[in-house]
């Protein structure tokens, strides 16, 4: 390889992709994986050896030494064990070897992940399963091989099985809805996502300093530094060179595992970034989104830097999203949210349209929850991201539209004049408005953009739930239009009802004023401010019955997701909440009694020369103030953390923690951030935010 090769030259280097498998595989082999991969269809024994041993030949070449079944559990990370390719041999030697059946199956242990009581210790059995849409690929000297993970008795225990079953779905019933606008070509429909990452950079000699952010991920105190955000110079700023080097070689390491990173620019926050990749199908960006947090962490330490994904790392200024981009496409070539250069193919895509609309407004506590998380009830809502109310962006001229088809009124376009009916639809533009930076689901030309998840979020839940919202209202859609005698009268009755019955979730205004919260509960949209709000309304049966329909989830499994979201916010707020507990004790009011001894000191020192020391007097009753109120708001913390233990119920606990622990947490941090502004910075215990953000 040349010492600066051409991108193209290396793009997919590390991968097992198709190219790979045309010259290594015999034809009869490569067309048995190309089936497995388009339809479905389980690999014959005898040719998943086949490509078990190319597999191993080629990453052994690349210098791979182990393999490993790499898979999404409900920790929100992969997981993965290693295991060599050597076999012993005569003679004291080895062999390497891989088969196919380790390659379709591995057997790790399923006890010790997160399960929500569907796997006990003494029950350790799980299976991983090899999802060969995704393609294999070579990372630090072992072979990765994406897999679903489930347990002995058949229950889902990862994030990437319910999203492939949620594309099958998806698929089906959106090849009905093409079937009656005349499209006999396409055979597949899938659902594609190019998820934006967020994310911070900071020193790393800073932040080994920071209890907080080493345990936490987030920033538990810091004072709000004299500049913030305010400026609006960092955003699409120049790129600082320490930066900009990071940025390069974590493009080269993405490029090489096959992963289109496209964009990359300076965020509204001081510190603050982004990487935007191109769409791919929504496992593959699933995984592709997953290495890309794993290998910013990874090369960001190279650099000197270490990489925050956490959702709000520092108060007072922007937190970190990841905006889902989603969008569907046929394999005739059809984006089928673009609104097309014909009046049928506008039909087509309003009837899409407004089975989005329908399925936004009846499901939207599930897309609410898909975002719910401990670090990112800190960011919802903060003027920074779209509130916790859950509504449609689909721009000025799309709502003239619909509200025209409702209204059975002529649309006058900007440049001629409509009857809206089934044979006379304008040509829309592309983009059809300005972008709308508040609005939780925004249309944006030919996708839909779900701007409320974390930065830290796995894609995969979220996308399993859009996929499977849309696959019910297409499902409904096609029930009723394959019925009808007359298609056209029907199409447009249904769009008609639709949009009557649903349109309150479009909303194309500030999503960030106290009006629209108002506006919403007048319109009966859901505001639901917290995790502990929203994610219990899992279970509500006209939920569970659309994921059993399309089996994608069972009653249990999601039962047990409930109790694994619920479980998974209190131990984090726990955490923090004993991070702060032990950084109060341990560090912070012990320099509060350091300074004021030091003030006292001096007071004391003027008193006997006869100089004036209420300066000094005054300073150490404020810094006497402070420490007190600080011990008995870790008196209070720490007895709401005990409390919060002694709960059984995993919702009373969860809400506790939220009510009650989180409150005493924000009660401490004041105090404490009050103390910091008014001790020197060579005396306070920590780094301060001016350290943290501008110093990179």
């Known amino acids: 390889m040349n010492e600066n090769p051409n991108v193209a030259e290396y793009f997919g280097c590390n991968v097992f992709n198709d190219t790979v498998m045309r010259e290594r595989l015999p ?9 497995t991969k388009q339809f479905g269809i389980a690999l014959d024994p005898d040719v998943a050896d086949v490509v078990a041993n190319a597999m191993k030949d080629w990453a052994v070449e690349r210098g791979a030494t182990h393999f490993t079944h790499w898979f999404q559990p409900m920790t929100g990370v992969t997981a993965e064990k290693h295991d060599a390719f050597i076999s012993p041999a005569p003679h004291g030697q080895v062999i390497l070897e891989f088969s196919g059946k380790e390659l379709i199956k591995g057997e790790p242990d399923a006890s010790s992940f997160p399960s929500g009581g569907l796997r006990a210790t003494f029950e350790a059995r799980g299976y991983t399963a090899w999802d060969p849409t995704s393609d294999a690929f070579i990372k630090d000297g072992s072979l990765y091989i994406p897999t679903a993970f489930c347990s002995y008795t058949g229950e889902i225990l990862d994030k990437k099985t319910p999203l492939l079953r949620s594309m099958e779905a998806v698929n089906e019933q959106a090849l009905r809805i093409l079937r009656l606008f005349g499209n006999t070509k396409a055979t597949r429909v899938v659902t594609t996502v190019g998820p934006e990452q967020e994310y911070f950079l900071v020193d790393k000699k800073y932040y080994d ?12 105190f810091g004072a709000k530094p004299p500049k913030g955000q305010e400026l609006e110079d960092h955003y699409f700023g120049n790129i600082k060179q320490r930066v900009s080097d990071f940025m390069k070689d974590l493009d080269k390491e993405l490029w090489k595992l096959g992963i289109y990173a496209k964009t990359k620019h300076n965020e509204v926050a001081p510190a603050q970034h982004e990487l935007a990749p191109i769409f791919a199908t929504s496992n593959i960006a699933a995984d592709h989104n997953q290495l890309t947090m794993e290998l910013m962490k990874k090369i960001a330490l190279k650099h000197g830097l270490v990489c925050l994904l956490h959702e709000k790392p520092f108060a007072g200024i922007n937190g970190s999203g990841k905006h889902n981009n989603w969008s569907m496409s046929s394999n005739d070539g059809q984006n089928l949210l673009d609104p097309g250069d014909t009046p049928q193919e506008n039909m087509q895509f309003l009837t899409f349209l407004c089975a989005i609309i329908k399925g936004v407004h009846e499901y939207a506590p599930l897309l609410r929850l898909s975002a719910a998380s401990a670090g990112n009830d800190h960011r919802l809502g903060a003027n920074e991201a779209p509130p916790a109310i859950v509504s449609m962006f689909i721009g000025s001229e799309l709502e003239e539209v619909i509200e025209a088809l409702e209204s059975g009124k002529k649309y006058v376009s900007s440049t001629a004049e409509f009857d809206i009916g089934v044979d006379a639809l304008p040509n829309f533009k592309k983009d059809t408005t300005d972008r709308n930076r508040t609005s939780p689901f ?57 949009i009557k019955e649903h349109k309150q979730i479009i909303f194309n205004g500030n999503g960030y004023s106290d009006e629209w919260i108002a506006e919403a509960e007048k319109r009966g949209l859901p505001n639901l401010v917290s995790t502990v709000d929203c994610v219990p309304l899992y279970t509500k049966p006209e939920y569970v019955s659309i994921f059993e329909k399309f089996k994608v989830y069972t009653k249990v499994e999601i039962e047990s997701r409930t109790e694994i979201l619920l479980e998974n916010y209190a131990k984090v707020i726990n955490i923090e909440a004993l991070t702060m507990l032990d950084m109060a004790r341990k560090q912070i009011i012990p320099t509060a009694v350091k300074v004021t001894k030091q003030v006292c000191d001096a007071a004391l020192a003027k008193k006997e020369l006869g100089i004036d020391n209420a300066f000094e ?35 009373a606990e969860a809400k506790f923690y939220r009510s009650d622990v989180f409150v005493a947490m924000q009660n401490l941090r004041c105090l404490v951030d009050e ?20 110093t990179v």
């Open 27 to 35: 034809k009869y082999a490569y067309k048995a994986v190309v089936k």
């Open 209 to 220: 300093q920071r209890e907080d952010l080493i345990v936490t991920g987030r920033t538990l």
């Open 442 to 498: 925004a249309f944006t030309g030919n996708k839909f953009e779900f701007r409320m998840l974390g930065s830290a979020d796995s894609i995969s839940c979220t996308n399993t739930i859009m996929n499977t919202i849309m696959a019910e209202e297409l499902g409904q859609f096609a029930d009723e239009l394959e019925k009808a005698d007359d298609f056209q009268k029907a199409l447009k009755d249904l769009l008609v009802r639709t």
């Open 617 to 651: 007097t005054g300073y150490a009753s404020r810094l006497s103030s402070l420490t007190s109120g600080i011990s008995d708001a870790v008196r209070v913390l720490d007895e709401k953390v005990i409390a919060a233990q002694g709960i059984e119920d995993i919702q």
């Open 675 to 694: 103390l910091e502004m008014n001790v020197s910075s060579e005396e306070w215990p920590m780094p301060s935010y001016v350290d943290l953000l501008f």
